[in-house]
């Protein structure tokens, strides 16, 4: 059932020398077709990376991307052109991604072009199609994008990747430079488009109150690990791992009744560097609950409950 499959992906990148900053490291999980996957971490935890090596943009140091059971790093010719429509990426600046000299009628067929898939009329009438779909109009086509705010760029940004009618799209971080009123739209919009397109999303955000609705599961990295994974209702419900904890005690709770309920953890210092991450478990420099054994052995990915996966060794069985 899985669309896609992360095997074990490293993305190690050159820093001089023999320094290596090891922004992904050994990661594996599945995405389901039709599932909204949520990826959390703080900034330099390895998330963006990840994402650019699912679509393509880089490639793995080691480890497969699996995508409709296919090894995408061994993909060539017509498959490889074929696994580059299908997936797609939406990007967190709106404003840096699409090209200031370009008019909205290009930008958002530039997959159609690069693909050979329409021209003229049909094209034209695509593109047309294409904005009243994300909330824009036809007319919106001859302006250029200075001329529009933020969240209709990100309308823009998200009408280029439907162009050429993928099935999977990477959102990295596509609402954190909007301001917080226009971010539940564009969230509503993917949702909605998720459904009528028969989407299935990658969706990378910093913070874990922006994936929660959005997201079936998540997953939480940190300097390069996935540390956490569950179905979004378990993970906030009862969040394993202490820097998942940590993330949630710091998301102001809505509800009166829940004041108290949840304690407020704050993180000491700042994430090491992921060119000389800590031995054994990394988040160890920053958990209240570090023992011995931390320092000296990596934990193990485990599912420590029902689909519920953890590294870390307070669940060690
Ligand atoms: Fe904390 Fe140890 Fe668990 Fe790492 S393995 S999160 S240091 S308790
Ligand atoms: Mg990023």
Known sequence: NSLLEVKKVKKYFNVGGNDYLKAVDDISFAINKGET?????????????????????????????????????????????????????????????LNPRMRVMDIIAE???????????????????????????????????????????????IARALAVEPEFIVADEPISALDVSVQAQIVNLMEDLKKDEGLTYLFIAHDLGMVKHISDRIGVMY?????????????????????????????????????????????QGDPPSPITPPSGCRFRTRCPHAMEICAEVTPEWREARDNHWVACHLYNS
């Open 37 to 97: 996957f949520g990826l959390v971490g703080e900034s330099g935890s390895g998330k963006s990376t990840l994402g650019r090596t699912v679509v393509g943009l880089h490639n793995a140091t080691d480890g497969s991307i699996v995508f409709n059971g296919k090894d995408t790093g061994k993909l060539k010719g017509k498959e490889a052109r074929e696994f580059n429509r299908t997936m797609q990426m939406i990007f967190q600046d709106p404003h840096a991604s």
């Open 111 to 157: 997959g159609i072009d690069a693909h050979g898939l329409l021209k003229g009329k049909e094209r034209k009438e695509r593109v047309f199609q294409l904005l009243e779909k994300v909330g824009l109009r036809p007319e919106h086509a001859k302006r250029y994008p200075h001329e529009f705010s933020g969240g209709q760029r990100q309308r823009i940004g």
């Open 223 to 267: 300097l390069g690990n996935m540390m956490e994974m569950a179905e979004s209702d378990a993970l906030f419900d009862e969040p394993l791992h202490p820097y998942t904890q940590a993330l949630l005690s710091a998301i102001p709770v809505p509800n009166p009744k829940e004041i108290g309920k949840r304690e407020r953890i704050v993180l």
